[in-house]
């Protein structure tokens, strides 16, 4: 009777844990693949916020950034996502214009970026500078300009980003657009022979860079530090650019739809958190949105600090974006 009388104890005590997983609410991100994988920030953000929120925290690879406004809109207010994180300001504007998202609600915040923030619906999250990479060992003297980056001999080849489907590809065709404006079909003519191939997101382009199979990259000024602070390997740079860089900030904002809209206010507000914000510099590799207390890794003493910021706002970009592809297509389709 005893084992019996532990037995069913025992089966008890099972059924109530795991009715206590099953009660657990469940909130789901969507975001790009590079977040998620076990080298990004995803994994610990997950545990870090599960830690204080008691639910669990689903986050759901989308590709890059514009692909998961595609992948929003495909899905409109049926969508599962309570939160999407990893658009950019040169999304936002067309983001709201969905009407899928809500006003994030959150206390205003002097963020620790460029310029000042009042968007009431997306929050900053990180922040960096686009650049290209390239191995100092192999390339002595890199371009300094888009214009010398043309002049280079034919064989010499970058890996780019699509920008229908990718922040950093919709970033370079508005780089090119803020530092030449009416000359970017020039720019683009002469930098269409260069370029080996248009990946479909970051992770990819990035992956060829290192296998050798290009000379530069399409990535970000902080990306040598990954390759500092992780692998103790100082042989990439990022090729400082005399007409300055463009501006990346990425950002969060909650669904109008979520079925779990006090759990995505609590998560939004966890992300520009000290907690959230120590995993961006060694997990996702850019700029934290806040002042960390403990500093930055000295990996990050050694990036090239660009003298010019370039940004285009939300709104202007919606204004010019079409312009800027169908330049770049024309170039790159001659």
Known sequence: ????????????????TQTIAQDKPELTVYTYDSFVTEWG???????????????????????DGA????????????SDADIVLGLDTNLTARAKATGLFAEHGQQKQDFNIP??????????YDWGYFSFVYDNT????????????????????I????????????????????????????????????VLTVTKGWSEAYGMFLEGEADMVLSYTTSPAYHI??????????????EGHYMQIEVSGKLAASDQPELADQFLAFMTTDKFQTLIPTTNWMYPVITLKDGLPSAFDTLIRPADSLIISADEVEAIKKEALEEWLTALSQ
């Open 1 to 16: 009777m005893k084992t019996l009388t532990f037995f069913a104890v025992g089966f008890g005590l099972a059924c109530a």
């Open 41 to 63: 920030p995803g994994p610990k953000v997950k545990q870090a916020f599960e830690a204080e929120c008691n639910c669990t925290l689903n986050l759901v690879a989308a590709g």
């Open 67 to 78: 692909a998961l406004l595609a992948r929003l809109q495909l899905e409109g207010a049926q």
């Open 115 to 124: 310029i000042e923030w009042h968007d009431t619906t997306f929050l900053p």
């Open 138 to 157: 192999k390339l002595e003297n890199a371009p300094d300009s888009f214009e010398a980056l043309a002049a280079m001999s034919d064989d010499f080849k």
């Open 159 to 194: 890996v780019i980003q699509d920008p229908r489907s990718s922040t950093p590809g919709l970033g370079l065709l508005l780089w090119v657009k803020a530092a030449y404006g009416d000359r970017a079909p020039e720019i683009w003519s002469g930098l269409a022979p260069h």
């Open 229 to 242: 602070f992780a692998e103790n390997d100082a042989t990439k740079s990022a090729a400082l650019f005399n």
